[in-house]
């Protein structure tokens, strides 16, 4: 589904949904921002007033895992010309289960981006230490694009050892290639892995950089796309797009790659904006749609970012918020394994098109959301406010057909099993994300969102402890909520590989401070390109600082501007935060320190959504309708009251069973479970009062 989320002047906020539009984004898009503005009795003439947009989306990563991107050519030092068939062992059992990575034979390559007779190989070498070793053989280089743009290539990546240290070769290449395009009169693009991602990591800069020719550079004309039809339809706003450090950046950005996987990401910044507001330190982030679910951890109030992430089984080597995403949403395919009769789930999805229930959709494999369809708990004819009609006895069929007969169950033991099944999949994954930090889950609230996060938070959460369950009523759009919350912010990083010791303090200082105001000049250049100014730029350095020999780093945030920054504020600072993440005991200053990279992020402040704020009534909501939905194999099918979220006030609970339905979502409470709205709109799921009292009994 498409959401679009709308904030006015005092803050208050609407969210719409439509279904997604693949072929062209700004079709969705419109038809979402029709339905958030109807809420409103207006329409889309009203975007004429709108000062600023934010978009976020999966098309870029979806090209990436589907395989269709752009016709990429590739120079790399000579002798690496197969780097990308042999890979690194790691990028093998990527996304696999934990069984599968214990077996070597289930692990295979990738299909390299680019295909061998496209790689290319120049001599000349750098060395480490970043001194020339080698000089370069241009007529290698030539030699090389001349013969990409034979081939037609739509891009021409140039990747060359340790050019994160010393981009001298990498930069002449460079040159010699656009001075051939040129001659040429082409107007292929030419990419640099020392100008867009130049960190340490040779085999995730060239992933990264190839990832940006291959699947970002063609987002540039779904994005036209996008500011065409806004522009079409009365909008004068300059379009933004979410990042993966956090921030949003202006869609004319040279390193969209860095905003691959968008949509995840809109949705834990704005649950670390949730948390800051409510006061929560600790939280998990847990977003389910209709393909995945997408886990993160807020400790302290801060997001964690990690450097070498992996996306769609590719180390990449571009900074992002730490998610973690399975394979598991509500629509995923459900089957039943013919050799083991056993029911599988995933790791293939619907998607948008939802499962057999819509016949529309052209899905012959039973979903999910079929499930639930057969036990009740969705409205056939409430999905997405009526605007898609669901058939319920095509569901039937084909869930006891393919599901139910080959397991000799009942339909609705069966369906029930699986889903019981999906939700303790999604419990365990959760739970071992905070305890795998050696955290426990009673100091961490669970911040619940994504279509198909109230549908199942009930069965996800039971018996797992969390200090709260947290369900904002407008969970379907959080993504897009997240967006809204988001600074506009850009962030460079730079490796850099300094050992901190006693007698060179002063010389560390005066490193640190020459890189971080090369990246605020890359900062302010960003920005300026969007027409802001370098004094509406607010600068943050950063680093990444690690005890000297160990094999994990840990960023340090600094309240200092760049030329103010002591080195013994730094270490204070790291041994602070290195105690908080893994005890103080653990610390070992004997060893040294060591500075692995450093950053800048640069932001301006936008306009942000404000939370709701009513006053609680307390009383039970009166509903507005009643259904049989399964519960269990114990309770069957239960008479179950149905609410209308909009019409369940502040300070009301609902005990379970309990439907609140919304023409976004669904929430479900079942038996032994009790749900209370607050002031801000948000759900609060815990357990029932009277199922303990009567337990205790």
Request: hydrophobic share 40%; aromatic share 8%.
């Amino acid at each position: 589904m498409t959401d679009a989320f709308i904030v006015d002047g005092e803050g208050v906020f609407v969210v719409g949904k439509a279904q997604t539009t693949p072929q062209d984004e700004s079709e969705g898009l419109l038809a979402s921002t029709r339905d958030a503005l109807e809420q409103w009795q207006t329409t889309t003439e009203a975007l004429g007033s709108i000062r600023s947009g934010v978009f976020s989306g999966t098309a870029m990563l979806n090209r990436l895992l589907e395989r269709k991107g752009l016709k990429v050519g590739c120079l790399v030092s000579a002798g690496l010309e197969d780097y990308l068939r042999l890979e690194r062992g790691v990028q093998t059992w990527l996304g696999m289960t934990y069984s599968d990575r214990l077996h070597v034979t289930t692990h295979h390559h990738n299909e390299p981006l680019v295909p061998r007779e496209r790689m290319k190989g120049v001599r000349g070498r750098i060395d480490v230490l970043g001194r020339e070793a080698i000089a370069l053989y241009e007529k290698d280089a030539r030699d090389g694009i001349r013969d990409l743009l034979d081939m037609g290539v739509e891009g021409i990546v140039v990747s060359l050892l340790q050019s994160f240290i010393n981009p001298m070769h990498e930069k002449r290449v460079g040159e010699i290639a656009r001075e051939m395009v040129e001659e040429a009169g082409s107007d292929t693009p030419i990419f640099l892995s020392s100008e867009l991602y130049p960190l340490r990591g040779d085999f995730p800069r060239l992933n990264s950089t190839l990832i940006e020719a291959y699947a970002a550079e063609p987002s540039r004309k779904q994005f036209d796309l996008l500011r065409s039809g806004l522009k079409d339809a009365g909008a004068k706003f300059d379009l933004r797009i979410m990042a993966a450090h956090g921030g949003t950046i202006a869609i004319e950005s040279h390193e969209l790659a860095r905003t691959l996987v968008s949509g995840p990401i809109g949705g834990i910044v704005g649950a670390k904006y949730l948390a800051e507001k409510l006061g929560v330190e600790r939280a998990v982030c847990s977003d389910i749609g209709g393909t995945s679910f997408d886990l993160a951890l807020i400790n302290e109030g801060e997001l964690a970012i990690r450097q070498t992430p992996d996306i769609g089984r590719f180390l990449l080597n571009l900074p992002m918020v730490e998610i973690e995403s399975i394979g598991a949403g509500t629509g995923s395919s459900v089957r039943v394994d013919p050799g083991s009769n056993r029911p599988e789930i995933g790791p293939d999805s619907a998607g948008s098109r939802i499962g057999t229930a819509w016949p529309d959709g052209g899905i012959e494999t039973i979903t999910v959301t079929d499930l639930n369809l057969v036990l009740g708990r969705l409205n056939s004819e409430y999905f997405l406010g009526g605007q898609v009609q669901l058939d319920m006895e095509r569901a039937r069929c084909e869930v006891k057909r393919q599901l139910a007969d080959p397991l000799g169950l009942k339909l609705e033991d069966a369906a029930g099993g699986v889903v019981d099944l999906f939700e303790e999949q999604l419990r365990y994954a959760a739970l071992a994300r905070v305890l795998g930090k050696g955290y426990t889950s009673h100091d961490h609230a669970l911040f619940c969102y994504g279509g198909g996060g109230p549908l199942h938070v009930a069965g996800y959460t039971k018996g797992a402890g969390y200090a709260d369950v947290m369900i904002p009523t407008w969970a379907a759009g959080f993504s897009a909520f997240g967006c809204a919350c988001a600074d506009f912010s850009y962030r460079f990083d730079q490796t850099t590989g300094l050992t901190i010791t006693r007698e060179n303090w002063n010389d560390v200082s005066g490193q640190l401070t020459e890189g971080w105001m090369r990246l605020a000049d890359r900062v302010t250049d960003a920005f300026s390109r969007s027409g802001i100014g370098s004094e509406a730029v607010e600068l943050s350095p950063r680093l990444r600082m690690q005890y000297s020999g160990q094999l994990n780093d840990i960023e340090v945030s600094l309240d200092t501007g760049i030329g103010d920054v002591r080195v013994d504020d730094l270490i204070s600072r790291f041994e602070d935060l290195y105690g908080r993440i893994y005890a103080y005991g653990a610390s070992s200053p004997e060893l040294g320190y060591t500075v692995t990279s450093i950053a800048v992020v640069g932001s301006t402040p936008v306009e942000k959504p404000v939370l709701p704020n009513e006053d609680e009534v307390g009383g039970t909501p009166v509903p507005k309708a009643e259904r049989d939905v399964w519960w269990s194999e114990t309770s069957g099918f239960v008479m179950t009251p149905v609410f209308e979220q909009d019409e369940v006030l502040a300070g009301q609970s609902l005990e379970g069973p309990a439907i609140v339905e919304s023409p976004s979502a669904t929430f479900a409470v079942p038996p032994g479970r009790v749900a209370r709205l607050d002031g801000n709109r948000i759900f609060h799921l815990g357990e029932s009062t009277n199922e303990l009292r009567t337990e205790n009994l």
